[in-house]
């Protein structure tokens, strides 16, 4: 299968701090990246989907000021959680897709705490 | 509304045991469905996915899972668990054919407790 980055795994940060979020694709050219979100004991959840070189759709409920991503890159995309705040803690997956393939492959998480 | 339902939060079951895990869709159009696993901490990977023809998909780990259309359902089974299988199982559907956009909607998920 495709090799995921993403960086950190873990990250703690005070509250109202901005933090960025790091998914790499190693092996192939994501063309899309899917960023979900996952709170403690529940399932993942999508936040937006971004292709290379295009501004993302945020789904419903998700603040695109809040929640940046950059995808400026086929290898490389970044998710920064702006202004942070304890209800943003959350686990942050990252998807990575290639063209129109039908594999999903998926990060391997970061966890964030917001204190 | 498209959604995924895992009907069972928690299931233990002893070593050796088989095991059935639940999955209902409910989906406008063709629908690819996926059964991941994730253990404490980590992120999630593939146990096998459907996207058409057999009906009866194989996975790894000896799962293998079972579309029904008529039931809309996907339900993942292995027929001896081993200790190891305790994680958190989750399904997933995706748009298939021409509709596929790579989003996913994931379930609830099932915690799979194993006994001694």
Known sequence: GAV???HPSRVICKSGTSV???CRSLDFQATTMFWYRQFPKQSLMLMATSNEGSKATYEQGVEKDKFLINHASLTLSTLTVTSAHPEDSSFYICSPRAGASLEQFFGPGTRLTVL | AQSVTQPDIHITVSEGASLELRC???YGATPYLFWYV?????GLQLLLKYFSGDTLVQGIKGFEAEFKRSQSSFNLRKPSV???DAAEYFCAVGAGGSSNTGKLIFGQGTTLQVKP
């Open chain 1, 4 to 6: 995921v980055s993403q």
């Open chain 1, 20 to 22: 960025k979020i790091e």
């Open chain 2, 24 to 26: 209902n869709y409910s």
């Open chain 2, 38 to 42: 994730q253990s404490p901490g980590q």
């Open chain 2, 82 to 84: 081993h200790w190891s």
